[in-house]
């Protein structure tokens, strides 16, 4: 009976934290989708915007990196710094870099959202 207990217990902790993980990283790539639309106004990409997404990815990705396969986070870390190369030095592939950042976090969400067919 103990085992039984025992067993439930560790198969709903299991389940929660794979609820968890999905809701993490969920709100925390739809807030990297609000951050890199921020970065560009009417056409003008933003310096001081990008560097703070760079930031607040970086203190992101600290978590992430500890369930979430390691490339996927990288690929955007490289967007991220593309985009900023591009403002100081090519400002006119700056959105190039940008849709790259967002193609990437498009497929990290793909990879590891929560449904039957990644399960099976």
Do not use: C
């Amino acid at each position: 009976m103990a085992r039984n207990i025992a067993a439930i217990i560790a198969l709903v902790l299991i389940v929660a934290g794979g609820i968890g993980l999905e809701m993490y990283s969920t709100h925390t790539l739809g807030e990297l989708e609000t951050r890199l639309d921020k970065i560009e106004s009417n056409g003008v990409f933003s310096l001081e915007k990008t560097e703070e997404t760079m930031a607040w990815w970086k203190k992101k990705t600290k978590v992430l990196e500890m369930f979430v396969l390691h490339e996927p986070l990288h690929e955007i870390d490289l967007a991220l710094a593309e985009i900023k190369g591009a403002i100081l030095y090519e400002p006119q592939d700056a959105g190039i870099a940008l849709t790259k950042a967002k193609t990437a976090k498009e497929i990290l969400l793909e990879r590891h959202k929560l449904s039957i067919s990644n399960v099976f």
